[in-house]
């Protein structure tokens, strides 16, 4: 059994983070949040591990990483059509999916929440990105991330170099500080927003330089209809 004590030993959180409402949070959700998650996102705020597995956060910096987002109940809508459509096999009731983080390979990251009245219980589940994959880990989100920083975790869909550039978590903006903007009709585009989209609907883009002009493209599309690409999962 793991602890956030024993995360923030491995990796020392940032030294300021937003407050969260979480009485708030889960008056929009509808839904009561396991007690570690609350606690690992109060506690690290809204940013990535190893610049690679980024947990929803109530100030995500866009709607592409906030658990209040639409983010969550898109892809629950994209499974369904998985299921019903036969093209990628869902283990499990895409009702009972709700998505807690996504990485920079597009793969998502989910509470699988059966027990609906006992979040402290779920289990997390990882989809492979444009791929019929998964990975399902036993334990709560906090666990999760302390067995796979640590390498006892081995999941088959993530890197495997993973860690070898060490254990960090870089701190990402707060919709606290930066407030969403209308996306531009033309000018100069925020291409950090266009990555954390690109990544949350499966697109591989490189951390610096420029976005490739079809994942601007998208990006743009998605935007002017007011929703995500078809191929999100």
């Known amino acids: 059994m793991t602890s956030l004590n ?25 839904m009561r949040l396991p007690s570690d998650y609350k606690q690992l ?16 956060h109530p100030h995500g910096a866009t709607q592409w990483v906030d658990l209040t987002g639409p983010m969550p109940a898109t892809l629950r809508e994209e499974l369904k059509q998985d299921r019903d459509h036969g093209s990628h096999p869902v283990p499990y009731d895409p009702d009972d999916l709700f998505a807690n983080g996504v990485t920079d390979n597009g793969n998502h990251l989910f509470w699988i929440t059966t027990r609906k009245d006992e979040p402290d219980t779920w289990p ?35 890197p495997r170099g993973l860690l070898n550039a060490g254990v960090t978590f870089t701190p990402s903006p707060s919709s606290r500080d930066n ?43 998605a935007h002017t209809r007011g929703d995500s690409p078809d191929n999100a999962v």
């Open 41 to 56: 996102a109060s506690t690290y705020g809204p940013g990535a591990f190893c610049d690679f597995i980024r947990i929803y």
């Open 124 to 158: 997390i589940a990882v989809n492979e990105a444009r791929g019929p994959g998964w990975y399902t880990f036993s334990g709560t989100l906090t666990e999760f991330l302390t067995t796979v920083l640590t390498g006892q975790t081995q999941v088959p869909l993530f």
């Open 6 to 30: 024993d995360l923030t030993r491995l990796c020392p959180p940032p030294a300021d983070t937003p407050r969260v409402d979480w009485t708030a949070v889960e008056a929009t959700l509808g």
């Open 179 to 221: 407030p969403p903007e209308p996306p531009p009709t033309g000018g100069v585009i925020d291409t950090q927003t266009v990555r954390e989209w690109a990544r949350a609907n499966g697109y591989d883009v490189p951390d610096r330089g420029r976005v490739p002009a079809a994942v601007i493209a998208a990006w743009k599309q």
